[in-house]
């Protein structure tokens, strides 16, 4: 099987370069100097923001272990150190390709089904039950967020009218995707449709029936692996006592950006931000969410919820350097071990079986 590539682009590079120039326009409207922000970035208590920097890698090993148990569960063994840069190399392909609430998931199909031939089905159960869990754990931090808005200030119906429907659209969207965990007949059909449309798009050039065979296999198979996880509470239990684990700290890092900053934040401020933020990334709708609307999101909702614009500019600068550009170089460090890594094995293992036995 090819390695995976993505061929680098003006593209790859004007989008985040766009997200960037509106982001910038944006504190220009809003009268917030940049020099102002460099000035207090200098001021941060270092110590703090390092320990948000290293928040980053706890999250993502929880996060990869609460994967791997739902993998484990399934037969499909792979090392816990794979796990953890399959799951770095997946953020990478959220961050470089549009549409990233689907690419890393794809991307991690691919890496696991490249070490463990045949494993399709099982892997994308596991992927998707991750992302019921998340959404899961979204819905509660929405929850969590408009009840502590409620209780500890008046909030405005903007952000209130904006989690609502979040909180609406993400419960529609988790009863749709149980929904097609449950009928297998209706994941069939799709398939079945898809493969027709292409066929007739095509004119007939192109003949489908193994790529059919092989879906609908993988399918089968998905659905028997969702059953298996329904009879299995202790493996569920475990797989999301540690995402939620993971979700805690990720809200963490925000936190302790603030207080980096040497400003005291509501915890209310970090959970309703964080949520609505995961909640518009995790709709996969083809635009890429991840460098300039993230970050007007996050000024906005800020100084929404009480933060001086200044403060919530920085945090907000801070925030990102961890959570989108740390992310991007480990990733791609990842990637690119792991494809090196793809290519040699082949030649090594090749060697080997020429090489002369020596007596």
Known sequence: MDSVKYKVTRKTFLLPAIGIIAF??????????????????????????????????????????????????????????????????????????????????????????????????????????????????????LLVGIFLLLTER??????????????????????????????????????????????RISRGRWKLTRIKEEALKAARIFHDSMKEFAHAPKTMITSSFLFVLSWFLSLSISYFVFLSLGYQVSWSVIVITTSIVVAVKSIPIGIPFEVGLPEITMTTLYILLGAPAGIAATATVLNRILTLWLRFFIGFACQQWLEIKAIAEPRTREENINSPVQV
């Open 24 to 141: 910038l326009i944006y504190l220009y409207l809003f009268n917030v100097d940049i020099l102002e922000i460099i000035a207090t970035i200098k001021t941060i208590d270092l110590s703090l923001y390092l320990l948000a920097a290293f928040l980053i890698f706890i999250e993502t090993l929880l996060y990869s272990a609460s994967w791997r148990t739902l993998l484990d569960f399934l037969n499909v063994k792979i090392s816990f150190l794979k796990s953890y840069l399959y799951v770095w190399y997946g953020i990478y392909m959220d961050i470089i390709i549009p549409a990233e609430s689907i690419s890393g998931e794809a991307t991690r199909v691919y890496l696991v089904t490249r070490e463990k031939n045949g494993s399709h089905g099982q892997v994308v159960a596991s992927l998707v039950t991750h992302r019921l869990m998340g959404m899961g754990v979204n819905i509660g931090s």
């Open 154 to 199: 008046q909030v405005g119906s903007l952000v209130l009218e904006l989690t609502l429907f979040l909180l609406a659209a993400t419960t529609v969207g988790l009863g749709l995707l149980m929904l097609l965990c449950v009928k297998e007949r209706w994941t069939l059909k799709i398939i079945d449709s898809v493969i027709k449309l292409a066929e």
